[in-house]
């Protein structure tokens, strides 16, 4: 199923999910705070370790902006666990191994690679205001620089 991309002015779908701990991390928890939402493929492949690289090394930043960076993927918590300790990364990884937030965001949509295709994650970022409004979307993002780009659009 692929349904339509959530857009800027509009209220964020809110959602519950699992961290790397095995805790629940609800949108709701942040309520007054701005949140970046980011969604990934797949630990431990090269364009999603240099966004949760990035992400990790501009954490501080966002934080004076009492901004909270959320990466979303299919991974499991475990895979998630593993990743933020190989590469050392400070921010929160969340599983959606259903595939339900990322539908309910419009970001689990036809994908092409070597002239297959399939339904997969496309790379997105969501900038939602403390009001639960998405500020911001970014669409089929490049990985590198984009923690950077977000940060400056703040």
């Known amino acids: 199923m692929v349904t339509r991309m959530s857009k800027e002015g509009e209220e964020a779908p809110v959602f519950c999910l699992k961290n790397s701990d095995g805790e629940d991390v609800c949108l709701d928890d942040f309520d007054g705070k701005k949140v970046v939402l980011y969604f990934y493929p797949k630990d431990n492949t090269p364009g999603c370790t240099i966004e949760a690289l990035d992400f990790s090394a501009l954490k501080a930043e966002f934080a004076k902006k009492k901004v909270v960076i959320l990466g979303v993927s299919k991974d499991s918590c475990e895979s998630h666990k593993k990743f933020i300790d190989k590469q050392d990364l400070t921010i929160s990884l969340l599983s959606d191994p259903d595939s339900e937030v990322q539908k309910s965001y419009g970001v ?45 659009s703040i």
Do not use: S
């Open 108 to 152: 689990w949509r036809p994908k092409k690679f070597m002239g297959r295709e399939f339904l997969g994650t496309i790379r997105t970022t969501f900038l939602i205001g403390a009001d639960g409004v998405i500020d911001k979307v970014w669409d089929g993002v490049n990985a590198k620089g984009h923690a950077e780009e977000v940060l400056k």
